[in-house]
């Protein structure tokens, strides 16, 4: 699926590589110390440290105790499958922060009721809702501020799971030492000084200087391959220590921007398959609704939008609001062709919906083929397109629609119960069950509730729809 749109199966191939790009934010680590004894790895040694990031990727879910200096400490877990970090982050004198994270993506929260004072042990297991801010990983840097020092942990922690072992032979040919032995929780566990990246397959020839490779870290591996522990010095010449509580497989959800609760792909049953086929008639017959919108962006802004959709009319007209930057609110009015655009009046403040007399002049309309750029379609026009085209007329086609269709999970919206699917579209083919770019959360009646969608930022972006016969009278574009 490559059409210079960002896509999830090259997201997904990205945060399955173990690839260098998303171990930025490390920077070159230099190893926390050396031992005396350090000395080349054999072959056996080499082998186990090879397979050290896929033994960590096949367990799934460590709990991970951290500290980094002597200020921050991080505790919570690690779930290397969905590349997901879940912590609570405390500094002394400072109210506790909940962080979770993917390759690339930090969200972060105060922790609610958290009164200026640190909770402590891990987070609790359902997020919390709130003001939860997602921003992009800051890239490696000689900076020993709170957030690059926690990018470079969190980073560290991605960087040690791959689907692929490590060139075993190049790591002999390296920089790589074995530094001694340690007893740890009753096990003999080995401290080998490794790379933080795995060097790229095919290079020629391969890099031997580990910091060539993301720089060194300190491994402690237990004799059947698990990961105990990391020590590194992050940019800013901060020490970080990493502890894994190997086995603690807990089920955490990860907060909207980040997909939710875990999924669960299956193939959908004949019952599902045949809501489904109804969707768009379902939707039609509702009507429409209001909708809500959140949209994250990589420069930690959200955007907002409140407003309607006219599954009849096929129109929708949002306010939209950006928290966390610069950018003023505007008004959209959009049909099945054409958008529009206004910057809302000055006397705007109060607004919690757009006005159903629209306001005059200073719009500017545009056709959605004209809107695209190198990359295709906006995340903001694929949700709201993606939202108007889920109402009309024809049913679909159980029997085709159960060929491709994945049920992901049970969840919920604004209380009511619905099924999460995701229907791939035809330039997805080949996209492992769950990795489809849309997700659609529809209701037992058969009416949508929500539509997910993964952003060009890797996080996912919302727009839910409270059904109601009585939509208003929705202006037409200007």
């Known amino acids: 699926m490559k059409r210079r749109v960002i896509t999830l199966l090259s997201l997904a191939g990205l945060v ?11 920077g070159s680590c230099a190893p926390a110390g050396s031992a005396p004894a350090a000395r080349p790895l054999s072959a056996a040694e080499a082998d186990r440290l090879a397979g050290m990031r896929v033994r960590n990727h096949r367990d799934g879910t460590a709990g991970v105790t951290a500290t980094i ?35 690339g993506l ?75 032995s340690e007893k740890a929780d009753g096990d003999v566990v080995d401290v080998f000084l490794g790379p933080a990246v795995p ?11 580990l910091a060539d ?24 010449n901060l020490p970080v220590e990493i502890g894994l509580r190997r086995g603690e497989q807990t089920g955490f959800g990860a907060v909207p921007a980040f997909g939710g609760a875990p999924i669960t792909p299956r193939k959908v049953t004949a019952d599902e398959a045949k809501l489904l086929a109804g969707l768009r008639v379902a939707d039609l017959r509702a009507g429409g609704g209001r909708i809500s919108l959140a949209l994250p962006a990589r420069d930690g802004t959200l955007r907002r939008g409140e407003g309607w959709l006219d599954w009849e009319r096929t129109r929708a007209y949002l306010l939209l609001r950006t928290t966390g930057g610069e950018a003023p609110a505007e008004l959209m009015l959009a049909t099945s062709s054409a958008v529009a655009i206004r910057p809302v009046p000055k006397d705007a403040a109060g607004w919690v919906l757009p006005p159903l007399q629209a306001p005059r002049g200073k719009w500017t309309t545009t056709p959605w083929v004209e809107r695209a ?60 069950p769950g990795n489809a770019r849309m997700r659609y959360w529809v209701g037992a009646d058969g009416v949508l509730r929500r539509v997910e969608l993964l952003t060009r930022a890797a996080g996912y972006a919302q727009l839910d729809l409270t059904p109601d016969e009585n939509v208003p009278d929705l202006p037409p574009l200007p």
């Open 199 to 209: 060097p790229a397959q095919a290079s020629t020839p391969p890099p031997t200087s």
């Open 69 to 103: 200096g002597d200020q921050l400490r991080a505790e919570g877990w690690v779930d290397w499958r969905r590349q997901l970090a879940y912590l609570r982050v405390t500094r002394p004198g400072a109210a506790s922060a909940l962080v979770q994270a993917v390759p």
């Open 16 to 26: 399955g590589s173990g690839a260098a790009g998303l171990l930025g934010g490390l």
């Open 213 to 236: 490779m993301g720089g060194g870290v300190r491994y402690w591996l237990a004799r059947d391959g698990g990961l105990r522990r990391m020590a590194a010095t992050l940019p800013g």
């Open 106 to 180: 930090v969200a972060t929260v105060t922790e609610p009721g958290s009164g200026g004072r640190a909770g402590t042990g891990s987070p609790p297991v359902d997020p919390p809702a709130g003001d939860w801010r997602v921003r992009a990983a800051v890239p490696g840097t000689d900076d020993n501020s709170a957030t690059a020092s926690m990018d470079g942990l969190l980073n560290l922690l991605f960087g040690a799971a791959s689907t692929r072992p490590d060139a075993a032979g190049t790591l002999r040919a390296s920089d790589s030492r074995w530094l001694g």
């Open 373 to 432: 750029d190198e990359m295709g379609g906006f995340d903001l026009d694929l949700l709201v397109t993606e939202a108007m085209a889920l109402g009309g007329t024809g049913r679909g086609k159980p029997a085709v629609v159960r060929e491709s269709a994945r049920h992901l999970r049970d969840d919920t919206v604004n209380g009511v119960p619905v099924g999460v699917f995701e229907i791939p579209k035809a330039a997805e083919a080949g996209a492992a």
